[in-house]
C-alpha cells in the first residue's frame, strides 16, 4: 500500500502540537502524529526519546501539557470514554491474576470491558494467540512470552478497532519475537486492525510496519511510509562472487568503479541505489563471474541511527 493511499484513507489518530512538561523536563515536544484506518504504524525512539510519555496521553493516563489528540475523528478531551472503548493496549508488561487460569483471567478482564465473555469468545482469542492448549493453567506457570500473548489477547477481548502495543516483544527469544509479529499481521491484513506499535526492535518494525515515525529529544524526526523512507538513500551492497580478482579487475574497468568501497575474501562492497543492483549483478554474470549472493545492508537501524545521532 502506498502513502498515497494512506493518505487519502481514513485518519485514526490525529495529533498536533502534542506537548508535555514534567517541570523543566519537556518529555513531548510539539509533536504531530498521524496514522490511517490498516496503518501498522511504527513508533520508534532511543529510550528517553517520548515514546511511553505520548502513549500515555493517547491512552488518557497523563494529561497533555497542550497540543490536541484526535481519534476516530473526535477529540479525545471530551469523548474519552467513547474512544477508548474502541481502543485495545497492551503498555509495558501485562498484568494478571497469576493463581487464575488464563481462560479465568480473560472472562475477569471481558466482563471489566463490558466485552463478549462467552465461552467461544474466549477461545477464539486464546486460539488466536496460540494459547487454546493451556487455556486451564494457571498464569504462574506460563513463560514471559505466553504472558505477552495473553496479554495481546486481553487487549483484543472487546474487538477494538485500534490496537496500541508498547515494546510487546520486550524479552521474548527469537521465537517468541516471530509468534507476535504473526499475530500483528494478521490482525493488521485479515481483521483489519489499525497497528500503534512501539518498539526499540527496529529489525521488528521494519518487518511489518507500514508507515512509521522516529522521534527523538520528544520531536519528530522523521514520518512516512517505510518503504520509501528506506529506499531513499543510497544502500551498501555486499556481492559474493567466485572469482575476486576477476571480478575487481571487471568493475574497474567500468562506470561501477564510481559505486565500489571495498573487497574482501570473496566479497566486493558497493554503495548504491537499490534500483541499480539487478544491472550490477548482470553484468557480472554477463561477464562470466558467478555472483552467490547479493546482500543489501541498509536497514531500518542504519536509518534510525542517522537520523537520531544527527541530534547528539
Do not use: C
Amino acid at each position: 500500500m502506498s502513502t498515497g493511499e494512506l493518505l487519502n484513507g481514513e485518519q485514526v489518530i490525529d495529533v498536533k502540537g502534542l506537548t508535555k512538561k514534567f517541570g523543566s523536563l519537556v518529555a513531548v515536544n510539539n509533536l504531530n502524529l498521524n496514522v490511517f484506518k490498516g496503518d501498522v504504524f511504527g513508533f520508534l525512539g532511543p529510550n528517553g526519546a517520548g515514546k511511553s510519555t505520548t502513549i500515555r496521553m493517547l491512552l488518557s493516563l497523563i494529561r497533555p501539557t497542550s497540543g490536541t489528540i484526535k481519534i476516530f475523528g473526535k477529540s479525545l478531551k471530551e469523548n474519552q470514554k467513547d474512544i477508548l472503548r474502541r481502543i485495545g493496549a497492551i503498555v509495558e508488561k501485562p498484568d494478571f491474576y497469576l493463581y487464575l487460569s488464563a481462560y479465568k483471567n480473560l472472562e475477569i478482564l471481558g466482563r471489566i470491558s463490558g466485552a463478549d465473555t462467552s465461552n467461544k469468545k474466549i477461545m477464539e482469542m486464546l486460539e488466536l494467540v496460540g494459547l487454546a492448549g493451556r487455556a486451564k493453567s494457571k498464569v504462574k506457570t506460563f513463560s514471559h512470552g505466553m504472558k505477552q500473548r495473553l496479554g495481546i489477547a486481553q487487549a483484543l477481548i472487546h474487538d477494538p478497532e485500534l490496537v496500541i502495543l508498547d515494546e510487546p516483544t520486550m524479552g521474548l527469544d527469537p521465537q517468541g519475537m516471530k509468534e507476535v509479529r504473526d499475530i500483528i499481521l494478521y490482525l493488521s491484513k485479515v481483521k483489519g486492525k489499525t497497528i500503534f506499535l512501539s518498539s526499540h526492535i527496529l529489525r521488528e518494525v521494519e518487518l511489518i510496519a507500514s508507515r512509521m515515525i522516529i522521534i527523538n529529544k520528544g520531536t519528530a524526526r522523521v514520518e512516512g511510509n517505510v518503504e520509501d523512507l528506506l529506499n531513499s538513500n543510497q544502500l551498501r551492497v555486499t556481492f559474493e562472487v567466485d572469482d575476486i580478482m576477476k571480478a575487481f579487475n571487471l568493475i574497474s574497468l567500468t562506470t561501477w568503479k564510481q559505486n565500489f568501497i571495498s573487497k574482501e575474501k570473496n566479497q566486493l562492497v558497493f554503495e548504491m541505489l537499490k534500483k541499480d543492483i539487478p544491472a550490477l549483478n548482470r553484468h557480472l554474470i554477463e561477464n562470466g563471474v558467478n555472483v552467490s549472493s547479493v546482500v543489501p545492508v541498509r536497514s531500518l537501524e542504519d536509518y534510525f541511527l542517522k537520523i537520531t545521532m544527527g541530534d547528539s
